[in-house]
Structures are given as C-alpha cells and as structure tokens.
C-alpha cells in the first residue's frame, strides 16, 4: 500500500468505476473529482465528498490520484476556435466535411477590428459579421457581449438568431482547448456550485468577489477580457504545481464571463491594510515576526520550485481568519497587458538588477522581501516615504537604503540590509532567512 498524506480540502480525481459500493462507501465514476474530508486512521482509506453530487463516504487511497498540474503551454488556449486571419475561403475548407454546428472564428478581412463567425449547416458554411463597436461584440445588435468566449458560450446554449446552435469547435492547428485539458487535469470547477457574493477588492485585471463554492467560503478574480484571460491561463499554471501553507491555494477555474479564478478565502484582506487599520497598539511584535516568517517559507517553496515571484510586496500578501500570511499573486505577477513595459514596474520594491537589466531571480524576490519587511515594521507605510521613483533608483546606487522604521529590532533591520545588497549573490536565501526569523522568535518568548 503506498503512503499517501493528503490533507483535508485535497482535490483527488478518481481512477476507475465504483458503482456497487458497499455500506459507508461512495459510489463513483472513473474520473469524477472528490475532495480529501480526512484520512481514516491507519487504513490506506479516506473520507471524502464528491464533488458534484456532495454525498460523503468512504473511499480507498489506491483508486484516487492527486489532480494533476497544468504545463504551461502556448499551445493551451481559451479560444482554440479562434483562427485569426484567415479568408472566407480557407474557413470553408477548414469546415469540412460539413457537419451541422461546427464553426470557427476569423478576423475580417474586409472589416479591420470585426470578427467573423464561420458555422457548417446543412452543405453551406455560413458567415456571420461580428461588429465590433465600443468595446462591444455583436453579431444582430440585439444580443451584446464584452468578448468572444462569452459569445461563444451563449450561442452554444442558444441558437439565437443564427442557423443553429454551436455544436462543436474546429480547434486552430496545433491549438489545443485549455478548458479539456483543464477538465482531464481536474482543475475545471462547476458554475452552478458557484455562489457570488460582495465585492471585495478591486484588482489591476478585475473584480475580486466574495463567494461559496460547495459549502467552502471562496473568493473570485473575474477576468473579464479575453486577451488578459489568456495571458492568466499561462500563469495560473504556476498555481497548479504549488500547495504550501503559506501559500493562496488556488481550487480552480471557470470559464465564464471570461475567467474566473476561484482561490481560498482570505478573511482578513491584503497584509498593509490589515496593519494600517490596527496599528501598533493592536499587533504585537510577535505577530509581526509570525507573519515575516510566514512570508519567507512560502517563498522558501516557491524558490524550491524554481519559481519566481516577482512582484512581492505587503499588497500581495493575504492574511486568513487564524491570521496565518499567505503569498498571492505568484506567478501572475508576470501577465502584463501592457507588455514589458518597464515603466509599470513596482519601482520601490523591485531590485536593481532586475530594473535595469531585467534580471529577474529569486534573489531580486530577496531585494522585495527587504521592503516587505520595512512595510511590515512599518505597519503598512508606504516604503521611501517622500521620495519620487526617479530619485530612488539613483539614490540606491550611491549606495542609500532606507533608516529603520520606529521601534524596528536592530537585528531585524540587519537582515533588512542585507536583502538590500546590490550583488545578488550576496544577499541570503529564503531559507536562512527563515532560519534567522526563527531564531528571533525564540529570543523573544525567552525573554
Ligand atoms: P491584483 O494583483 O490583480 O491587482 P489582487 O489579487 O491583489 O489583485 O486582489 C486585490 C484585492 O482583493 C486584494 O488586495 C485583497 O484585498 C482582495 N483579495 C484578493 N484575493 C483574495 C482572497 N483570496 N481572499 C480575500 N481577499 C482577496
Ligand atoms: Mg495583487
């Protein structure tokens, strides 16, 4: 019998057909997704709940795998039916043979900006013009939609007022449809066991929603353009190779009204808020080195993984209700609508090296840690108070770093320093950061 330790709230995929299952036992089909409720003691056995009829019961380890992650593949897309520019011409012959409701869509050729929606019925292929006007989509100006997955998925539901339903998408070539492959992996969630709820924080790409997914409090990033959705996809795919405490667990997607990224909840919002509105008078020390370590073992992970952050800072971190510090944004730091645009980096919190030369690595996420730390000690000031972007970055090579901030450990602003040394090289890992927290922990509560 392998040994396998899954914690509670484990996605597992199923691997074969259980369908006469004895007393206690849950009945299952190969491929179904159940989620980890506990292990039973000793057994190789587990209780878990199935995903999308909610029954619970009794399950053996052997027949479950983990789900598995997602490559990040440029080949993986939220449009496989997307062609580009392609003629008229050469979209009827992508169409064949004819087969009702199988379709594509083209850039117009004739129209610069439109879309055309290509659908085989009956012997024809039949060409819808797709206006593109004001940010809007729309094939009858009575039907709207913000982009074209959207349009896709409604008139795969509805026929609308064109010949048919879609039925069935002729991929690109070489194209090859996130949503199966996401589906097979078992990262694809249901939107019908999705509730959305309040508001609760606005990102720089979309709402973020409170929300319940199957009886467990979530919250939503809707990404609701398509071009940025995709740009996500790439990067969510670093999220499905990660599981660390200190880390914002991703439980999946769900493709529509573009993307929505479904995460664990954080009930106690981004990390400078949470010091800003409490202070110094409610959050002791302690909690400050706890949430400081916190932060240096996800990143320990993440380093262990040979993944970079880049955009760390206090606004990225989320605290839960038992006040655990959790990383976000790892890996979706790099989606930059904008392109490479160095001028929409976070200045003040990213290394020289990286600034300059665009060399990014775990040890500029190091350089972002020191400010992190400032921010923490600090209790959510914004870092290099006072001065402009421009000046900072001249400032740090004549060899300035910032004073402590008010009643900040000596040895806390040490290692502060040295995150901020201008050789990469010199400046510690994660691990013997979390190792120096650690320690500075111990003295405290000996003390
Ligand atoms: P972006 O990086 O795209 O600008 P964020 O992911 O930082 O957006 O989210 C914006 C805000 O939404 C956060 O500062 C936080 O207050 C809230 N938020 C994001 N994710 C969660 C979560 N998992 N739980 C609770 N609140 C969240
Ligand atoms: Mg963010």
């Known amino acids: 019998m392998p040994t396998k330790h899954w914690p509670p709230g484990t996605q597992c995929v199923t691997k074969h057909d259980h369908t006469k299952?004895?007393?206690?036992?849950?009945?299952?089909?190969?491929?179904?997704?159940?989620?980890i409720i506990e292990a039973v003691e000793g057994k190789g056995w587990y209780r878990v709940r199935h995903n999308e009829t909610g029954q619970e019961g009794l399950l053996a380890a052997s027949a479950l795998r983990e789900r598995g992650a997602i490559r990040a593949d440029p080949k993986l897309s939220l449009m496989p039916w997307f062609h580009g520019k392609i003629s008229g011409l050469e979209a009827v012959q992508e169409l064949q043979p004819p087969e009702d409701g199988l379709f594509l869509v083209r850039e117009s050729v004739r129209h610069p900006g439109d879309y055309v929606l290509c659908v085989s019925f009956g012997k024809e292929v039949i060409h819808y013009r797709v206006v593109h006007e004001e940010n809007t989509l729309s094939i009858?100006?009575?039907?709207?939609?913000?982009?074209?997955?959207?349009?896709?998925?409604?008139?795969?539901?509805?026929?609308?007022?064109?010949?048919?339903?879609?039925?069935?998408?002729?991929?690109?070539?070489?194209?090859?449809?996130?949503?199966?492959?996401?589906?097979?992996?078992?990262?694809?969630?249901?939107?019908?066991?999705?509730?959305?709820?309040?508001?609760i924080g606005q990102g720089?790409?979309?709402?973020?929603?409170?929300?319940?997914?199957?009886?467990?409090?979530?919250?939503?990033?809707?990404?609701?353009?398509?071009?940025?959705?995709?740009?996500?996809?790439?990067?969510?795919?670093?999220?499905?190779?990660?599981?660390?405490?200190?880390?914002?667990?991703?439980?999946?997607?769900?493709?529509h009204n573009g993307l929505y990224i479904v995460m664990e909840f954080m009930s106690k919002g981004n990390l400078v808020n949470f010091l800003r509105t409490r202070g110094r008078a409610l959050v002791p020390t302690q909690q400050l080195l706890l949430f400081a370590l916190d932060v240096a073992q996800g990143m320990d992970y993440l380093e262990s993984k040979k993944l970079v952050h880049r955009d760390l800072a206090a606004r990225n971190i989320l605290i839960s209700e038992e006040n655990v510090a959790k990383v976000s944004d790892f890996g979706l730091a790099r989606v930059n609508p904008k392109g490479a645009d160095a001028t929409l980096l976070p200045v003040k919190w990213t290394a020289p090296e990286a600034l300059k030369h665009n060399k990014f690595s775990s040890k500029s996420d190091v350089w972002s840690y020191g400010i992190l730390l400032w921010e923490i000690f600090s209790f959510g000031r914004a870092p290099y108070p006072k001065?402009?972007?421009?000046?900072?970055?001249?400032?740090?090579?004549?060899?300035?770093?910032?004073?402590?901030?008010?009643?900040?450990?000596?040895?806390?602003?040490?290692?502060?320093?040295?995150?901020?040394?201008?050789?990469p090289g010199k400046r510690p890992s994660f691990k013997k950061l979390t190792e120096k927290l650690q320690k500075e922990l111990k003295h405290l509560r000996d003390i």
């Open 21 to 35: 299952p004895k007393p206690r036992e849950l009945a299952f089909r190969k491929g179904d997704m159940v989620t």
């Open 140 to 199: 009858d100006s009575q039907q709207y939609f913000s982009n074209l997955i959207d349009m896709i998925e409604h008139y795969m539901n509805e026929q609308g007022a064109i010949c048919t339903k879609l039925v069935k998408p002729k991929p690109k070539s070489g194209m090859k449809s996130a949503e199966e492959e996401l589906a097979k992996a078992g990262w694809l969630l249901n939107l019908k066991h999705l509730t959305l709820g309040d508001r």
């Open 204 to 255: 720089e790409f979309g709402d973020v929603l409170q929300g319940e997914y199957m009886g467990q409090r979530v919250a939503v990033k809707n990404i609701k353009c398509d071009v940025t959705a995709q740009a996500f996809l790439a990067e969510t795919a670093a999220m499905t190779k990660v599981r660390h405490k200190n880390l914002v667990c991703l439980l999946g997607v769900i493709l």
């Open 387 to 423: 001065l402009a972007l421009k000046e900072v970055t001249e400032l740090l090579e004549q060899g300035y770093r910032m004073d402590p901030p008010e009643g900040c450990p000596p040895t806390i602003y040490a290692l502060m320093k040295s995150c901020w040394e201008l050789e």
